[in-house]
């Protein structure tokens, strides 16, 4: 336990989740995009970011805050600083997550709690649907609290619930490549309790034409135009929430969900295949009982189960459909306390299975999953000052790792209310995939002898927040040992090594200003350097694959609620594709411009809105990781309806 006696540096963390989080301190807010919204505690169970890690830096997006603007999961998380996004294409096409230099394999998903992939899987953000998501929060840096999977971060996906009175929704959007998005919804009372059901459905031939140079390495060779094709996704789903006050003053909350999608894969720039098909279906539930006690008690069980299926045909996976089905469960429990009314203590006991079922040619590995993390809260000062600490030990089939933390908090009490200063320092680990280490799916091939990668990390800044707006800068440094990485050079086949160690350092500053309500401006800045530390002079101190070393994001909102106009930048600066650094993908700067206006003449009336978006105002020609171009510039038009036939209960 020598690691407790490390004083942590300071880390930011987003406007009005300065509270501790945890429940030990009442109140406290998450930072959205135009404003600063109280969350009830209910909202907030045991798995969420605000409660579990509270010092850490989280950032929280709110789709609602962006109505009409036609962006997916991936999209909305996009300006978020420390975060790096790898999208495939167009609607519906895969888009992974990287936070702060690790892998996509690095940061865990978890959706209501329930993890959508095993440890060390990437998950693809195109199945999970905007329309179904209340709040992206983003754990920005190591998550030690939440075992092996999230080496570099978290993003939890908590689902829409039911508002406390009755509503109906819909949103339709029909624009550029044949694309169509449409979701309908309804939340009330039903019998015992509150519900919602959510539809939704989005469709896209996705083709379009791009400008290709016969020989890229020589400036001035000849440019023709080619078309991408193959590139069409067609998706499906629903959300159905259940809640209810039960008996002895126990809260219970139940999530179903489902998504069904097919769609193509184009291949790369170079070797395209057009005949290439993906078809997937998931399933997801979880039920979370909660249940508090006099004298600063509570209780919080939780059990959940996933089960993907996916089949592949064509291009490199051949004729023959290549199926596999992806399947876990677990429960978890969680206990904090209240003592003497500055000392919080809380454990969680975890447990659960993973497994994998293929063709008979291939392995169907299986493991078991058991987690525990003991931590403690102490309130300094009259709660001016909070130090966090814990320690967390998984045993993940062969694998068995640990995840200390220190975390703290300062609330500046003698400059103006707002300030504070904030830090984490502590230990992170993953484990490898199953796809990792023994399935060959096309390209990419397995490799069994790969070991868990380990994070160090410390990560500290300042922040402020007033109620017009919030600036904060702050930076981190992370050693990785035993990295695992591809290296990749199409077609050829990729495969999963073990780096001997890398390490990362980041800046990360983001502010926003609302000077007047009709205005509102935000800006993030990230910078990053990444640098292998294996002892071979190909690749010894050279930046690490695919992580861009800035980027830059500027918005700009103008006019009141019932008509405004909106404009943003997105810069990311050139990447690396490859561990000797010889290979790059080119920088990008995408401008994207909309407006909304409100139709409806009255507050008391249906909401009924209009809104145009243009997005790649300047055809800029992106590239995938592959080199195949992203879509080019395309137009939407969005209809969006709510109406609260019964308005929302104020607690």
Known sequence: MGWLLVIALVASVEPGSWSPGSRFRAGGAVELPPVDVPVPEEEKPAQSPARRDPAAVVTTVEPSQHAGE?????????????????????LGQTATLSVRGTASSGTLVLLDGVPLGGPGESVDLATIPAPIVQRLEVLRGSGSRYGPGALGGVLNVV???????????AEGTQGSFETSLLSAGASGEVPGGQGLVVLHGARSEGNFDYRYRTLREVPGSLEVVRSRENNHALYGGGLMRYRADLPKGVLLDAVAEGLAYGRGLAGTVDNPTPDALEQGQRLTGA?????RFEGGGELEALGWARHNRNALVGGSFGPDVYRQNDTGAGVELNYSQLVFGWHGVSAMVSGGGEWLQGPSTVASPSWGRFAA??????????????????????????????????????????????????????????????????????????????????GLYVDGAAAFRHARGFVQVGGFYALYEDLISYEYYPPMLARPVNFAAAQVAGLEAEGRVQPLSWLTASAS????????????????????????????????????????ARGEVLYQSEQFVNRTATLTLPGRVFVNVGATCVLTPSPSWPSLSLSFELKNLLDAQGADLDGYPLPPRAAYLTLGLSWDVVPERKS
């Not at 036609?70 to 167009?90: H, I, M, R």
């Not at 910078?527 to 930046?543: I, S």
């Open 287 to 291: 039920v979370r009982a909660t249940k």
């Open 159 to 169: 689902t829409l619930r039911p508002n406390g009175g009755a509503r109906l929704f």
């Open 525 to 564: 800045y990230g910078l990053l350097f990444t640098q292998n530390l294996k002892d071979d002079p190909r690749y010894y101190l050279q930046p690490l694959p695919y992580r861009p070393a800035h980027k830059v994001h500027a918005r700009l909102a103008i006019g009141p609620k019932w008509l405004y």
């Open 70 to 90: 036609v962006k997916d999961t991936a999209q909305l998380l996009a300006p978020s600083p420390g975060v790096t996004l790898s999208s495939s294409g167009g």
């Open 373 to 454: 993390m003991a931590r403690d809260e102490v309130l300094l000062f009259g709660g001016d000052v909070t130090v966090d600490a814990s320690v967390r030990v998984d045993r993940v089939g062969q694998f068995t790792g640990f995840s200390p933390k220190l975390g703290a908090l300062w609330l500046l009490p003698k400059l103006p209310k707002g300030f504070e200063l904030k830090g984490n320092v502590g230990q992170a680990w993953r484990a490898p995939s199953f796809f990792e280490l023994y399935v060959q799916q096309g390209r990419m091939a397995p490799n069994a002898e790969l070991r868990p990668e380990r």
